[in-house]
C-alpha cells in the first residue's frame, strides 16, 4: 500500500497528521488515529500505521479499510507525547478541523484514539460540544483507553530511577515525569 501522501502541522504546538490515502480518496471518509502515551516520541507516523494495522485481528486492518473500503486514514502523531492534555488536545482540535475542511465538510471522521489519544479525543469532543464547535466526528471508538486514570505506584517510581544509570535514567525520569503521567 501507499505510504504518506501529505503531513498536516497544528500551528500551537506542532502536533502532525500524516494521511495515508484510500484507494479512491475522492470519497474522502476519513478514519483518525490518535497515538496513546509517548513522552520520549518513539513512534513515527508510520511504526504507528504499521502498529495499528495489525492490532486488530488477523489481517492488515488499516490497508483493509483503505483498499477495500476508501477509507482514508489519518495518523496523529503529538509533537510531545508527555505533555499535558489540554495541549495535546488544542493540537487535535486544530488538526481534526482541518482534516472535516479537506473532506469538503462531510462530518464523517471516525475517531479512534488509542490509549491516552482515547483520553485526548473524549476531551476535545466535550470541549468542542461544550463551545459549539463542529469537528466533523460522527463516531469515537477508544482503545485500551484509561477512562477511570492510570495510577503508578510512587515506591515503585523510585526503586525504578534507583536502579536506573546514566542517560537510560534520564529518559526513565523524562518518562515517569511527564505531564501526561501525572
Known amino acids: 500500500p501507499a505510504g504518506i501522501s501529505e503531513t498536516v502541522t497544528a500551528p500551537s504546538h506542532g502536533?502532525?497528521?500524516?494521511l495515508y490515502p484510500a484507494a479512491n480518496y475522492e470519497e474522502n471518509r476519513p478514519i483518525v488515529l490518535a497515538e496513546g502515551f509517548d513522552p520520549l516520541n518513539e513512534y513515527s507516523p508510520e511504526l504507528l500505521y504499521q502498529s495499528l494495522n495489525k492490532t486488530v485481528g488477523e489481517g492488515e486492518m488499516l490497508d483493509f479499510l483503505r483498499e477495500d473500503k476508501n477509507i482514508s486514514v489519518w495518523v496523529i502523531n503529538w509533537y510531545n507525547g508527555g505533555e499535558?492534555?489540554?495541549?495535546?488536545a488544542e493540537d487535535l482540535q486544530y488538526l481534526l478541523r482541518e482534516i472535516n475542511r479537506r473532506s469538503n465538510y462531510a462530518n464523517s471522521t471516525v475517531l479512534w484514539g488509542?490509549?491516552?489519544?482515547?483520553?485526548?479525543?473524549?476531551?476535545?469532543?466535550?470541549?468542542?460540544?461544550?463551545?459549539?464547535?463542529?469537528?466533523?466526528?460522527?463516531?469515537?471508538i477508544t482503545y485500551?483507553?484509561?477512562?477511570?486514570?492510570?495510577?503508578?505506584?510512587?515506591t515503585l517510581k523510585n526503586v525504578l530511577l534507583r536502579?536506573?544509570?546514566g542517560t537510560s535514567r534520564d529518559k526513565l525520569w523524562n518518562f515517569l515525569n511527564a505531564p501526561a503521567a501525572q
Do not use: C, F
Open 114 to 140: 488509542h490509549s491516552m489519544g482515547g483520553l485526548i479525543s473524549r476531551y476535545v469532543l466535550a470541549d468542542a460540544y461544550d463551545k459549539n464547535i463542529n469537528l466533523g466526528v460522527k463516531k469515537l
Open 144 to 154: 485500551n483507553t484509561p477512562h477511570k486514570g492510570a495510577w503508578v505506584n510512587e
Open 15 to 18: 502536533s502532525t497528521a500524516s
Open 84 to 88: 499535558t492534555i489540554e495541549n495535546l
Open 163 to 165: 536502579w536506573s544509570q
